[in-house]
């Protein structure tokens, strides 16, 4: 199996952004899916956003209208921004590209 390394987590301040990525040695494209999900303190794994190996993208409850999901098949690379982030955004992001997970990515928001 490939590695798939997440990047772009940090501290950031509440209202603001923050985007992600998301680089695998596999292929994207012949991934039935590729996902972020994340894990927040307290609450189980949750769904951020996804992408079919057809395109249709799926976004969590928790971050609907404020996620955008996008991907580079030809670079096997994925990318999410959340704009408006709040204090409830903090956790580990975690890219899964199939049943790949990556080792996730800290993003915290805070003041």
């Known amino acids: 199996q490939g590695e798939v390394v997440e990047s772009g987590g940090g501290l950031v301040e509440p209202g603001n952004s923050l985007k992600l990525f998301c680089a695998t040695s596999m292929s994207i494209a012949n991934a039935s899916v590729t996902s972020w999900y994340r894990q927040t303190p307290g609450k189980q794994r949750e769904l951020v956003a996804s992408?079919?190996?057809?395109?249709?993208?799926t976004y969590g409850d928790s971050v609907e209208d404020r996620a955008t999901v996008s991907r580079n098949i030809a670079k096997n690379t994925m990318w999410l921004q959340v704009n408006n982030l709040k204090a409830e955004d903090t956790g580990v992001y975690y890219c899964a590209v199939g049943d790949k997970w990556g080792q996730g990515t800290q993003v915290t928001v805070s003041s």
């Open positions: 992408i079919t190996r057809y395109g249709l993208i």
